[in-house]
C-alpha cells in the first residue's frame, strides 16, 4: 500500500478551461496516508467521483501532479499505477466463476497456477466466498457480486490503494449493514489504503479514519468523524453532516456572549479575530439543544414533530431562521410557548460560513 | 422483477389478422408445392398420385447432392470469412464521434444496392477484357479468368458475398459493443486485463445474442443465394457454381420438372428449417439459466 | 368507500410473490409498505395499479369489483424508484400529459400544471427538459405528474431511494403534506423503517408475501407481532439470541442467566429466542434490574454524535448503539449491560410471547 499525494490538482471537462466555474476540481493538495481509510463526501456535483477517477488513473488532470509514495505517477495509465477499484454498480465477468474471476488479476499478470489457489483460497475465505467459488459469477446477489469486485482488488499483493465510488449505492439496506462492516473489519486487519467516495454521510462516517467533505471542487474540511460533528469548520458542513444537519442562527458577538434577539448567550471563550457584526451566526447541533421550561432562551414558534424509533425531531421558526431540536424519544415537548436553550459548551462561532477559531 | 407471464384470452384476437395473412401468402402456396411434389401430370391437366417418388428420385440423383455440397461448402466458407471480418472491423471502429458515424455511412452502402446490380458490379469487375479486377489480375501475370476455370468463379461468388454482406455482420457488432457499459472497460484495465483478455471476457459474453442474430441471418441468406452469382457465372463454368437455389431454378424453369422441383424445394425448406433450429438451440442453450440481474 | 383487497394471492413461475393478502386502505390516508427487498411491496403495488392479475383474491374499489380491470380502466397513478418522465417533453408538458389525455381546457391545464410545480418547488425550471434537472428535480416532476392525474389511488415505490441524502430528508417531509387533505389513498413502498417513522401513516409489514402486521410505525414497533416485523421495524439489526427458560430464570449460553422479568412470568419453560435492539444495550447498569453481559468488540463505527459497537455475545454477532464516540478496539473484552424489562421473546415459529410494557422501553 502506498501514500498518495496531489499537489495543485485541478481538473476542467472542456478543453479550454478559462473562469473557475469551468473547473471540477480547484487546486486540490491532499496527502493520503498509507494504511488509512478515507471518505470523500459530498452531494451530487462536488467533484468527488472526477477526484477518484483521477487517483485511478482513468483520467488525466488538467493541472497538478499526483505521487505514489514520492514517485510522480501523474501521466501513468490505471493499469500501471496498480490501484483496485470497486464502482457502483458491481463488475463481474459473468461468464467466469467466482473463482475465476478473483484469479483474473493474478492470471493477467502471469502468476503459476498454485501461487494463483493459494491467493484465490485466502481471499475467499476472508471475504466468505468459499462456497460460491465454483459458482457461475452471473448467478450471484449485488452485495455478493461487489464483494467478488472487491476480492479482484485484495487478491493482488501490487495493489497501491483500494478505491471505491459509491459501492453500496445498488446494494439492498439489509446487505448494506452488512457490506460495510465488512470493509471497516478488512480495513483493520491489514491496514489497506482505501478512498471511498460517497453522498451518503452514515457511510462516509462509519467507513473513514478521516473524512473530507467536498463542495465545488474543495475540500472545505478534512477530519474525523467526531470532530466533523463536533467542531464543523463551515457552515456547509455543519448543515451536511448529521440529521438533522447543524442549525444556525444570525447573532451579534460583542466580545464573549452571542446576542440572538433579546437573548445573550455567554460563550465562555475568549476570540482573537475581529468579528463582522453583518455575517455572524451561531451553530450549534439540534441534539445541543432544549426546550427550557423556566421561561429562558430564546423565542419559537413550532411549526411540526417528527418522530423516530428512538428521537423526536420538532421544527421550529426562532430569530427569522428555521431551526430544528432533537430530542430522546421518551422526552415530552412543553405544550406552549416554547423556548430554546442552546447548550454554550457545544455551541460554536461562524462569520462568513467559517467557523470563528477561540484563542487559548 | 420479471414480468409475468400470463393468459389473456383477448389477445389472441389481436394475432388473428397475422395468423390469417401468413396463412395466406405462405401456408397455402406451400400446399400447392406439396400438392405438386407427389403427384405427375402428361399435359390436360390431368394428374396422378406417384407418392414419394420425386423425393426419392430427388434423393437419388447425383445432381442435388452435387448442388448441396456446393451450397454447404459455399455457405461455410462464406461464415467463416464474414463473422470474424465483421466482428473484427466492429472492434476496431472508433466508439463515438464524426469519425463513427463516416464509417457507419461507408459500412452501409454495400447493403443498400439491390442484389442484381451487386451482380451486375461483380460481373463487369471481375472480366478479363475490360472489368478493372480482372484485367489487373490478368496484367501482373496470373491467368484469371471466371467465366472458364471454376476456382476463380468461386473465388468472385464469394469476394462479391463478402464485400456485399460483412458490413452487415459488422454493424450488429458495433452495435452489441456499445451496450457495453464503459465500467468494464476500466475494470478491466484495473485487472491488468490485456486486449485479448478484454474481448474474451468482457466483449465477447456481451455480443453472444448478436452473433446468434447475424449467424442465423447469414445463415439462410447464403444458404438461399441466387441472384448475384446468377448474375455473375449463371451457375457455371460447367455447374461449378450452380447452388441449390440455382439448380431449383433450372429444374423448375429450364428443364419444367414441376413434380421433382416440388419435392427438391421441399426438401431444401426442410433443411434450411432443421439448420436454423439446431444453431439456434445449440447457441442459446447457455441463456436459458436463471437470470438474477436487476 | 375505500380500497379493499381480499385474500389476495400471486405467484410467478411457481414462485410465489403474495400470500393472502388482504387489506383495507381508506380515502384520505397515507400507507406505507414496510418491508425489506423483494418482501412483495413492488408485487402488491402493481397488482393495485391493474398491471398485473392475480391468482386468486378480489379488489374493490367504493365496493366496486376491480379485480379483472386492466391498468387503463383503474384510475391510479404510480411513482417509481427510477425517476420516470418523457425526456422530449418540457416539465411543463410533462407535467400536463395526463391533463392532455383528459382533453382539458388550456386554462384549465396551465392552472393546475403552475399551481402543482410551485408546491413542488419546480416553479422555475418548467422550460427545461428533465435530463437537464437533478434527481430531486426529476422526481418532483414525477410526482407532479401523479398528482396532475387526479387519480384516486397513488403508488409510490421507493420513490426516495435514489436520491441525495439531504434532498431524499427535504422531500421525505414534503410529501405527507402534499397529499394531506385531498382525499386520494396513497400507497408508499419503503425499505428503511425510520421512512415508516416519519411519514407517519398507517404501516403494513410485509414480508415474504404476506402482511405481517399493520398499524402506526410507532405501535408496530413497540409490540411486533412476530420476529419479522419486529426485525423490519429496527434501524439496527434486532440481536437475537437462543434461549431457555426454566426455575423461573432466563439462560443464554452458559455464562448468562438472569431471573424472569414480570412480563415474561407466565411463559412455560422451554426455548425461546431472545430479542432486544441495538439501542436496548448499554456501557452502564440503568436500572438496578440490568443484567451484565461479558462481550467482545467485532468492530466499531462512529457516526458523528453515536457508536455502533458490533459485538460478539454469547457466540451471536449482536449491536450496540451508545451515545458519544467510544474507543474500543477489536478484539477488546468489555461488559454491556442488558435492561430485562425491555427484552423481547419470540417463540420457535418466531410469533411474540412477551413484548416489554410500554413504560420499560426507554
Known sequence: MAQIETTGLSHSYQPQPGYPQDFVLKKLDLNLLDGHAYALLGPSGCGKSTLLRIISGLLQPTQGRIHFDGKDVTHLDARQRHVAEVFQFPVVYETMSVFDNLAFPLRNRGLDREAIAERVADVARLLDLTEQLTLKSAALSAGARQLVSLGRGLVRTDVNAILFDEPLTVIDPQEKWHLRTRLKQLHRQFALTMVYVTHDQTEALTFADTVMVMHNGRILQSGSPSELFERPEHTFVGRFIGSPGMNFLRCQFDGNAAIIGDQSIPLQKSYSADIDDHSCELGFRPESCTFSRDGSGIAAQLINVDCTSRRKIAYLDAAGSSICVSLPADQDIPADSHRIRIDPQRALLYSADRLVEESR | ?294 | MSLQIEQLCSAVNGIVHLQDISLRFDPNSFNILLGPARAGKTSLLRQIAGLDPPDSGRMLLHGADITRHGVRKRDVSFVYQEFVNYPTLSVFENIASPMRVRSEGRQTIERTVHELAELLGIGGVLDRHPPSLSGGQQQRVAIARALAKDAEVILLDEPLANLDYKLREALRRELPRLFAGKGKIVVYAATDPNEAFLLDGNTVVIDQGRIRQVGPAASVFRAPDNLSAASILSEFPINLLDANIRNSSCVVGNKLTFPLPTHMRSLSEGDYTLGFRAEQLAFEARTQSSVACAAKVAVTEITGNETIVHLDMANRPCVAVVEGTSSLRAGEQITMYLDPGGLFMFDSSGQTVASPTRSAQR
Open chain 2, 1 to 294: 422483477m420479471s414480468v409475468a407471464k400470463r393468459n389473456y384470452p383477448k389477445a389472441w384476437l389481436l394475432v388473428l389478422p397475422v395468423v390469417l395473412m401468413v396463412a395466406f401468402n405462405a401456408v397455402i402456396p406451400l400446399m400447392t408445392v406439396v400438392n405438386y411434389s407427389v403427384q405427375d401430370t402428361f399435359g390436360n391437366n390431368q394428374f396422378f398420385w406417384v407418392g414419394l417418388e420425386w423425393f426419392e428420385e430427388v434423393l437419388r440423383s447425383g445432381r442435388f447432392g452435387d448442388a448441396l455440397g456446393r451450397q454447404l461448402l459455399f455457405t461455410t466458407l462464406v461464415l467463416l470469412i464474414e463473422i470474424p471480418l465483421g466482428l473484427m472491423i466492429a472492434l476496431g471502429l472508433p466508439k463515438s464521434g464524426w469519425r463513427a458515424s463516416s464509417y457507419m455511412m461507408l459500412l452501409a452502402l454495400p447493403l443498400l444496392i439491390p442484389w442484381n446490380v451487386v451482380g451486375t458490379i461483380w460481373q463487369i469487375f471481375g472480366r478479363v477484357d475490360i472489368g478493372l479486377a480482372g484485367s489487373a489480375i490478368n496484367a501482373v501475370g496470373i491467368d484469371y479468368n471466371y467465366t472458364q476455370d471454376a476456382l476463380d468463379a468461386w473465388i468472385t461468388v464469394i469476394a462479391m458475398d463478402v464485400w456485399h454482406w460483412t458490413s452487415l455482420v459488422a454493424l450488429l457488432c458495433y452495435s452489441g459493443l456499445k451496450s457495453v457499459p464503459e465500467v468494464y472497460y476500466q475494470a478491466a484495465a484495473i485487472d491488468g486485463a490485456s486486449r485479448w483478455a478484454i474481448f474474451r471476457y468482457v466483449q465477447l459474453p456481451r455480443l453472444r445474442q448478436v452473433l446468434i442474430i447475424a449467424f442465423l441471418l447469414r445463415f439462410m441468406d447464403s444458404f438461399m443465394i441466387y441472384t448475384e452469382p446468377f448474375v455473375v457465372t449463371g451457375g457455371g463454368p460447367g455447374n461449378a457454381t450452380t447452388f441449390l437455389s440455382i439448380d431449383l431454378v433450372k429444374l423448375a424453369l429450364g428443364q419444367f420438372d414441376l413434380g421433382q422441383a416440388a419435392a427438391m424445394s421441399l426438401i431444401y425448406f426442410l433443411i434450411v428449417l432443421l439448420v436454423c433450429w439446431l444453431f439456434y438451440t445449440i447457441m442459446s442453450v447457455g441463456d436459458s439459466q436463471p437470470d438474477t440481474r436487476q
